[in-house]
Protein backbone atom coordinates (compact mmCIF):
# COMPACT_ATOMS: atom_id res chain seq x y z
CA UNK A 1 0.00 0.00 0.00
CA UNK A 2 2.77 2.27 0.70
CA UNK A 3 3.89 2.02 -2.86
CA UNK A 4 -0.11 3.01 -4.32
CA UNK A 5 0.55 5.73 -1.82
CA UNK A 6 3.58 7.13 -3.03
CA UNK A 7 2.39 6.83 -6.66
CA UNK A 8 -0.87 8.96 -6.04
CA UNK A 9 0.94 11.67 -4.20
CA UNK A 10 3.46 12.21 -6.84
CA UNK A 11 0.55 12.24 -9.52
CA UNK A 12 -1.12 14.44 -7.41
CA UNK A 13 1.83 17.28 -7.02
CA UNK A 14 2.67 16.87 -10.60
CA UNK A 15 -0.97 17.62 -11.71
CA UNK A 16 -1.12 20.52 -9.19
CA UNK A 17 2.23 22.04 -10.31
CA UNK A 18 0.40 21.51 -13.83
CA UNK A 19 -2.47 23.58 -12.25
CA UNK A 20 -3.52 26.37 -15.22
CA UNK A 21 -2.03 23.83 -18.15
CA UNK A 22 -4.64 21.40 -17.56
CA UNK A 23 -6.98 21.69 -19.82
CA UNK A 24 -10.85 21.48 -18.62
CA UNK A 25 -9.76 19.93 -15.54
CA UNK A 26 -9.56 20.77 -11.73
CA UNK A 27 -8.51 18.36 -9.21
CA UNK A 28 -9.57 19.01 -5.55
CA UNK A 29 -7.47 18.17 -3.15
CA UNK A 30 -8.61 14.95 -2.01
CA UNK A 31 -9.09 14.43 2.08
CA UNK A 32 -7.93 10.88 1.34
CA UNK A 33 -5.39 10.29 -1.12
CA UNK A 34 -7.30 7.30 -2.19
CA UNK A 35 -10.06 9.14 -2.75
CA UNK A 36 -9.83 11.99 -5.39
CA UNK A 37 -12.24 14.30 -6.35
CA UNK A 38 -12.65 16.09 -10.32
CA UNK A 39 -14.30 18.36 -12.38
CA UNK A 40 -14.31 18.41 -15.98
CA UNK A 41 -15.16 21.56 -17.41
CA UNK A 42 -17.43 20.66 -20.60
CA UNK A 43 -15.39 20.95 -23.74
CA UNK A 44 -16.09 24.10 -26.22
CA UNK A 45 -18.32 23.67 -29.07
CA UNK A 46 -19.61 20.27 -27.77
CA UNK A 47 -23.27 20.04 -25.88
CA UNK A 48 -21.41 19.68 -22.86
CA UNK A 49 -19.70 23.24 -23.53
CA UNK A 50 -21.62 24.89 -20.08
CA UNK A 51 -21.40 22.30 -18.13
CA UNK A 52 -19.17 21.49 -15.23
CA UNK A 53 -19.02 17.71 -14.55
CA UNK A 54 -18.11 16.14 -11.16
CA UNK A 55 -16.34 12.59 -11.09
CA UNK A 56 -15.25 10.50 -8.22
CA UNK A 57 -12.34 8.43 -8.29
CA UNK A 58 -11.31 5.68 -5.91
CA UNK A 59 -7.80 4.03 -5.79
CA UNK A 60 -6.88 0.61 -4.10
CA UNK A 61 -4.26 -1.27 -3.08
CA UNK A 62 -3.87 -2.83 -6.77
CA UNK A 63 -2.97 0.86 -8.17
CA UNK A 64 -1.96 0.89 -10.83
CA UNK A 65 -1.94 -2.94 -11.96
CA UNK A 66 -5.91 -2.34 -11.70
CA UNK A 67 -7.54 1.14 -12.65
CA UNK A 68 -9.56 3.03 -10.07
CA UNK A 69 -13.02 3.41 -10.35
CA UNK A 70 -14.28 6.31 -11.60
CA UNK A 71 -17.73 7.86 -12.13
CA UNK A 72 -19.76 10.69 -12.51
CA UNK A 73 -21.30 12.47 -9.63
CA UNK A 74 -23.29 14.73 -11.60
CA UNK A 75 -26.26 13.65 -13.87
CA UNK A 76 -24.98 12.74 -17.26
CA UNK A 77 -26.97 11.83 -20.86
CA UNK A 78 -24.25 10.30 -23.14
CA UNK A 79 -24.06 6.90 -24.61
CA UNK A 80 -20.98 5.98 -22.70
CA UNK A 81 -22.14 7.12 -19.52
CA UNK A 82 -24.06 4.40 -17.61
CA UNK A 83 -27.63 6.03 -15.55
CA UNK A 84 -25.37 5.41 -12.26
CA UNK A 85 -22.36 7.43 -13.73
CA UNK A 86 -20.01 4.82 -14.59
CA UNK A 87 -18.17 5.22 -17.60
CA UNK A 88 -18.01 2.91 -20.15
CA UNK A 89 -14.41 3.62 -21.85
CA UNK A 90 -11.53 1.21 -22.69
CA UNK A 91 -8.97 2.83 -20.36
CA UNK A 92 -10.82 1.66 -17.90
CA UNK A 93 -11.58 -1.82 -18.83
CA UNK A 94 -9.69 -3.91 -21.36
CA UNK A 95 -6.63 -1.43 -21.64
CA UNK A 96 -5.17 -0.64 -18.59
CA UNK A 97 -1.89 -0.78 -18.07
CA UNK A 98 0.21 0.47 -15.49
CA UNK A 99 1.88 3.50 -17.37
CA UNK A 100 -1.76 4.91 -17.04
CA UNK A 101 -2.27 7.56 -14.66
CA UNK A 102 -5.30 9.85 -13.38
CA UNK A 103 -4.24 12.45 -16.14
CA UNK A 104 -5.03 9.84 -18.75
CA UNK A 105 -7.75 9.06 -17.36
CA UNK A 106 -9.12 12.25 -17.10
CA UNK A 107 -8.39 13.22 -20.87
CA UNK A 108 -9.89 10.18 -22.01
CA UNK A 109 -13.13 11.06 -20.33
CA UNK A 110 -13.03 15.06 -21.87
CA UNK A 111 -12.16 12.93 -25.32
CA UNK A 112 -15.17 11.24 -24.57
CA UNK A 113 -17.11 14.34 -24.10
CA UNK A 114 -16.22 15.24 -26.94
CA UNK A 115 -16.55 12.47 -29.24
CA UNK A 116 -18.71 9.83 -28.24
CA UNK A 117 -18.93 6.08 -29.01
CA UNK A 118 -22.60 5.13 -29.82
CA UNK A 119 -21.34 1.69 -31.16
CA UNK A 120 -20.46 0.37 -27.48
CA UNK A 121 -23.71 2.12 -25.33
CA UNK A 122 -23.19 2.24 -21.72
CA UNK A 123 -27.23 3.97 -22.08
CA UNK A 124 -28.87 2.89 -25.21
CA UNK A 125 -31.32 5.04 -25.40
CA UNK A 126 -28.59 8.13 -25.79
CA UNK A 127 -26.70 6.33 -28.25
CA UNK A 128 -30.03 5.89 -30.26
CA UNK A 129 -31.04 9.16 -29.91
CA UNK A 130 -27.79 10.75 -30.77
CA UNK A 131 -27.42 8.77 -34.18
CA UNK A 132 -30.85 9.21 -34.99
CA UNK A 133 -31.10 12.99 -33.68
CA UNK A 134 -28.33 14.87 -33.17
CA UNK A 135 -29.91 18.02 -32.27
CA UNK A 136 -32.65 16.41 -30.28
CA UNK A 137 -29.72 14.35 -28.61
CA UNK A 138 -27.69 17.95 -27.88
CA UNK A 139 -30.79 19.49 -26.76
CA UNK A 140 -31.55 16.52 -23.95
CA UNK A 141 -27.55 17.47 -22.89
CA UNK A 142 -27.89 21.03 -22.64
CA UNK A 143 -31.56 20.57 -20.66
CA UNK A 144 -29.80 18.33 -18.47
CA UNK A 145 -26.67 21.03 -17.87
CA UNK A 146 -29.23 23.52 -16.73
CA UNK A 147 -30.71 21.53 -14.24
CA UNK A 148 -27.62 20.58 -12.93
CA UNK A 149 -26.84 24.00 -12.79
Not at 17 to 40: H, M, Y
Not at 96 to 118: C, E, F, G, H, K
Amino acid sequence: MDFVIKRLSKELSKLKEEGDKLDGIIIDDPQNILVWNARIIGPPDTPYQDGIFEILLKFDSDYPKRPPSVKFLTSMYHPNIYRDGKICIDILQNEWTPAQNVRTILYSIRSLLMDPNPSSPANREAAELFNKDRIAYENKVKELIKINK
